[in-house]
């Protein structure tokens, strides 16, 4: 039987600002059936169900075969429902491209090269310093990933509000499709959503504020019954509280310490009634 405290629980829940925000993944002429099932999988994982495959390299029946859908796991809805739009004729691409991002309010895109900021057109930012909108009206949101060859071309960027760069080694900056699609959605599911310590179906329930002061009271007691010099009280209280608080106490781990400081301090006061019940 879960306790009440529990029942309630809930790891993770959407922003009440940012409900109104509506995200599209759209893959630019993607080349490999694998990352396309991959990322419709890390799309499931952080709840982002939107899909479009745009004019895609990959035939299409690679892209919805059983292989790859054994890519995507429990994205595999995802994939199937992705819509696909392939222009009539390859020069017809970019102006589809561009009527296509005309339906959404803001287009974001990505890119492994923007390191640079003497390209203009791939002035980037990491994603931590991207500020999502809020609105009380529905806002569209794309999410540009080029294809795995060479990534979005200038003429797809130009085309692009906000130019996302993932941080990485000097070494070798350009990550896999599927991984770079990961992160940026991490990234965005952490914006978006308000985040709880948990650990899947035995959630840590922090200790609440009040139950916090009382175990700091319990220790303020407890100083002064051990008659710590009063130049070191305060310090010696300070030290406890920063530790305390900084470790992000678990209810369970606050009751036990807790009950080991009034244990403490119910041993002391009890002694010293004794000893005045003598003299």
Same mark, same amino acid.
């Given at each position: 039987?879960?306790?009440?405290?529990?029942?309630?629980?809930?790891?993770?829940?959407?922003?009440?600002?940012?409900?109104?925000?509506?995200?599209?993944?759209?893959?630019?002429?993607?080349?490999?059936?694998?990352?396309?099932?991959?990322?419709?999988?890390?799309?499931?994982?952080?709840?982002?169900?939107?899909?479009?495959?745009?004019?895609?390299?990959?035939?299409?029946?690679?892209?919805?075969?059983?292989?790859?859908?054994?890519?995507?796991?429990?994205?595999?809805?995802?994939?199937? %429902?992705?819509?696909?739009?392939?222009?009539?004729? %390859?020069?017809?691409?970019?102006?589809?491209?561009?009527?296509?991002? @005309?339906?959404?309010?803001?287009?974001?895109?990505? !890119?492994?090269?923007?390191?640079?900021?003497?390209?203009?057109?791939?002035?980037?930012?990491?994603?931590?310093?991207? @500020?999502?909108? !809020?609105?009380?009206?529905?806002?569209?949101?794309?999410?540009?990933?080029?294809?795995?060859?060479?990534?979005? !071309? %200038?003429?797809?960027?130009?085309?692009?509000?906000?130019?996302?760069?993932?941080?990485?080694?000097?070494?070798?900056?350009?990550?896999?499709?599927?991984?770079?699609?990961?992160?940026?959605?991490?990234?965005?599911?952490?914006?978006?959503?308000?985040?709880?310590?948990?650990?899947?179906?035995?959630?840590?329930?922090?200790?609440?504020?009040?139950?916090?002061?009382?175990?700091?009271?319990?220790?303020?007691?407890?100083?002064?019954?051990?008659?710590?010099? %009063?130049?070191?009280?305060?310090?010696?209280?300070?030290?406890?509280?920063?530790?305390?608080?900084?470790?992000?106490?678990?209810?369970?781990?606050?009751?036990?310490?807790?009950?080991?400081?009034?244990?403490?301090?119910?041993?002391? !006061?009890?002694?010293?009634?004794?000893? @005045?019940?003598?003299?």
């Amino acid at each position: 039987m879960k306790k009440p405290d529990l029942i309630s629980f809930e790891e993770t829940s959407l922003s009440k600002e940012y409900k109104n925000l509506q995200f599209t993944v759209i893959l630019v002429q993607p080349e490999h059936s694998g990352n396309i099932g991959s990322i419709a999988r890390a799309m499931a994982n952080f709840n982002f169900p939107n899909l479009i495959l745009f004019n895609p390299i990959e035939k299409l029946e690679r892209i919805f075969s059983y292989e790859t859908q054994g890519f995507a796991m429990h994205g595999k809805k995802i994939l199937m %429902n992705a819509q696909v739009i392939q222009p009539e004729k %390859n020069s017809l691409h970019l102006s589809e491209f561009e009527k296509l991002l @005309d339906q959404f309010d803001l287009v974001i895109a990505t !890119t492994a090269k923007g390191k640079r900021y003497t390209n203009i057109k791939r002035n980037a930012i990491f994603p931590e310093h991207l @500020d999502l909108p !809020t609105s009380k009206e529905k806002v569209r949101i794309a999410l540009l990933f080029g294809k795995e060859s060479r990534g979005l !071309t %200038n003429e797809e960027i130009e085309l692009a509000d906000i130019i996302l760069r993932i941080p990485t080694h000097n070494f070798y900056p350009t990550l896999n499709i599927s991984h770079a699609c990961a992160i940026i959605l991490y990234e965005m599911f952490k914006k978006i959503h308000e985040l709880s310590i948990g650990r899947g179906k035995h959630p840590i329930l922090l200790a609440e504020k009040e139950d916090r002061k009382l175990l700091l009271r319990t220790i303020e007691d407890v100083i002064q019954i051990l008659k710590v010099r %009063n130049y070191k009280q305060k310090r010696v209280y300070c030290a406890f509280r920063n530790v305390l608080e900084r470790s992000l106490m678990t209810k369970k781990e606050m009751s036990l310490i807790l009950g080991v400081f009034s244990k403490i301090n119910s041993f002391f !006061t009890k002694r010293d009634l004794f000893n @005045d019940n003598l003299s």
